[in-house]
């Protein structure tokens, strides 16, 4: 069973990896094949694959921790989709209430 500190710790670090991706410029050649210029510019979407792989490296599961019977390849899938769109809805919330924006 993954524990409350557990689950914190995963969407912290996914989030960093998630604004690494997005922080640092792609090379040239990949920055040209659209898939990974536009995995690039979207948080929702990278972040589907880094808490995807995040989830079978950490082993976290949400349909375990549900009850559900499945395989490693679904719940990983379904974990890394479900906290990807939690932690994106996070982050527009606290970017909504404090950030400060100026027309000039």
Not at 18 to 36: A, C, G, H, S, T
Not at 64 to 73: P, V
Request: aromatic share 14%.
């Amino acid at each position: 069973m993954t524990s409350l500190a557990e689950l914190i710790f995963f969407c912290l670090v996914g989030r960093i990896f998630i604004y690494l991706w997005m922080e640092f410029p792609l090379p040239q050649r990949v920055d040209n094949i659209k898939f990974f210029h536009d995995l690039h510019a979207c948080d929702l979407c990278s972040g589907v694959y880094a808490f995807t792989i995040l989830a079978w490296i950490l082993k976290v599961d949400v349909l375990e921790m549900l009850g559900f019977e499945h395989s490693a390849l679904i719940g990983g899938l379904v974990t890394g989709g479900a906290t990807s769109f939690l932690v994106h809805l996070l982050v527009i919330g606290f970017r909504e209430k404090f950030l400060t924006v100026t027309i000039s």
